[in-house]
């Protein structure tokens, strides 16, 4: 076993597999995990023990979305199996140190992300035929390698992004029991309308404005949802990687016994709550499958933290809370020092949208462009991702008014991409309008529509809420409050009034502008 005494002769394929596993940091978690999993006086962990410690069920009581696959529960129970069955090959005996290495290596080690897509979708076609249903994904087996190749329907995929959601969720909730668990599954067809836009036959024709699409026949070739994967949404592998290696954690300190606890019902209850802010935790998750850094934990909050009040320490600002405007934005943000993320709900040609933009620093009262990166978003109805293309760096624009005159006055509003006079996405000052430019007048971020039939002339729309989310984390966000609490401080001191100074009554200001009107035309002097 991997706890083998120094005196015992190591083999060179176990100092092979345990070179590998020791590359990931993961060594002495897998050590103690293969010791809890095993049985009294064996070498091997035994197959249903390893499948039970990968089991995942659930029961989604509700469900934001309005296409419901009925196979999904059936085929999340049959997950666990399929991932002791793809990585861990088990010898006569059951599964050895050796083995057991290997298999977390093949799914957890490191490798090129087409590589840890590949293993995923594996990993679902082999759960989809466990559960007696149909897919079109081919796998074609070799005795070192396989090919995956075939389709997907929008219905699969959406099955596919949901077992994802479900691993994600349950990565970050190690206290739960393994049992069935009660929440709530999100509104995710913005990214499968993603994929039928990018690989469908005539995606870009299509009306992604109809939510029939979801359930349709149309065929998402693998090869094509490949490319969409790694483009759009390249943290998606990740999510199979993050449940095993949080699985085999609870195994290595025995948490696999725990008692089942309510969190279940939390999750649901913040699912609902946090549907009422324009990032809802499937915008949020959607965002989180293109952020590689400590953004994309303090996004997953949104989605996965039972904490509402946490959730909203996040916010920095809301229209229909703190009043629109960019002097209402300003007193929210400023002093914020951290990435933040704007999300815009319009209104034009009677469909609504929702944009948005990530930059990775605060913003600045400046008359020109400024920024070091960042991305812009499509949201609803339709997921997609436009990071820098590194031609240009005007990531973004915020200008107030200027105290005094100004001879050749600049916009005053926000504004992302682009030019002066010719961005990419602007905000007006009252944030009331909002003017979305074709992406040839901006070289800042990579080329695509922003909402669906945008086309290329400008378009003009009516704002109807706008939400700004800090990422920075906790320290940036008390640094911002002890500086609000400082400005807050000064402000009050300016403003108060010494009553001493005034407490006879002529010397008071009232005495004084009660003359003046009296007897407007009279000569007063100084008294010194």
């Given amino acids: 076993m991997g706890a083998s ?11 092979e597999a345990e070179s590998l596993v020791a590359s990931t940091g993961a060594l002495s978690l897998l050590k103690n995990a293969f010791s809890n999993l095993l049985l009294q006086h064996h070498q091997s962990i035994p197959i249903p023990s390893l499948q039970e410690c990968f089991e995942l069920s659930i029961d989604y009581q509700t469900c934001e979305a309005r296409f419901k696959p009925e196979t999904f529960p059936a085929l999340l129970n049959h997950v666990g199996r399929s991932i002791v069955d793809q990585f861990f090959i088990p010898g006569k005996d059951g599964l050895n140190w050796i083995s057991f290495l290997n298999g977390y290596t093949k799914c957890c080690g490191r490798m090129p992300t087409s590589t840890s897509l590949n293993n995923l979708l594996k990993v679902f076609q082999m759960a989809v035929v466990k559960s007696g249903a149909t897919t079109g994904l ?8 396989y090919k995956i190749n075939g389709y997907l329907l929008p219905t699969d995929l959406l099955s596919l992004l949901w077992l994802c959601w479900v691993m994600s969720w349950n990565s970050r909730n190690t206290k739960l029991s393994k049992g069935s668990e009660n929440f709530g599954l999100p ?14 036959e005539g995606g870009a024709e299509l009306n992604m404005w109809d939510d029939g699409l979801v359930g349709s026949d149309i065929q998402l070739p693998i090869g094509k949802l490949h490319g969409w994967v790694l483009k759009t949404v390249p943290n998606l592998p990740d999510c199979l990687v993050q449940f095993v290696h949080s699985r085999l954690s609870i195994a290595a300190s025995q948490q696999d016994k725990m008692e089942p606890t309510s969190s279940s019902t939390s999750d649901s209850h913040i699912i609902l709550q946090s549907s009422t802010y324009l990032l809802t935790p499937s915008r949020a998750w959607s965002i989180s499958l293109t952020l590689r850094s400590t953004m994309r934990d303090e ?13 909203k320490e996040n916010m920095l600002y809301r229209s229909s809370i703190h009043g629109k405007g960019l002097n209402r934005l300003w007193s929210n943000v400023e002093g914020y020092n951290g990435p933040i993320l704007v999300l815009i709900s319009a209104t034009s ?14 913003y600045e009262n400046k008359d020109t462009f400024y920024g070091t990166s960042g991305s812009l978003y499509a949201i609803s109805p339709v997921f997609d991702h436009f990071a820098s293309s590194g031609k240009e760096k005007n990531f973004m624009y915020s200008h107030l008014h200027a105290p005094g005159y100004e001879a050749k006055p600049k916009p005053v509003g926000l504004a992302f ?29 990579q080329p695509g529509p922003l909402f669906p039939n945008q086309g290329y002339l400008p378009t003009e729309a009516h704002v109807l809420d706008v939400e700004v989310w800090g990422l920075g984390g906790e320290k940036i966000k008390q640094l911002q ?31 004084m502008m009660m003359d003046m009107v009296s007897n407007p035309t009279a000569v007063r002097r100084e008294k010194r």
């Fill in 299 to 311: 996004i997953l909050k949104t989605c996965f933290e039972p904490d509402a009040d946490e959730v």
């Fill in 481 to 511: 409050n002890s500086l609000q609490k400082r400005e807050q401080l000064f402000t009050e001191q300016r403003r108060k009034v010494d009553l001493k100074t005034f407490s006879n009554w002529e010397d008071s200001p009232e005495k």
């Fill in 187 to 200: 509104d995710i067809n913005n990214l499968v309308l993603s994929a039928v836009s990018s690989c469908g």
């Fill in 5 to 15: 005494s120094s005196t015992e002769q190591v083999s060179a394929e176990q100092r």
């Fill in 417 to 445: 991409g682009g030019s002066m006079g010719n961005e990419r996405v602007f905000i007006d000052e009252d944030f009331s309008r909002i003017t979305v430019r074709h992406h040839a007048y901006d070289k800042t971020y």
């Fill in 349 to 362: 040609e009677d469909h609504s949208w929702i944009i948005g933009a990530l930059t990775h620093q605060g």
């Fill in 138 to 145: 081919q796998v074609e087996s070799t005795e070192d390698d």
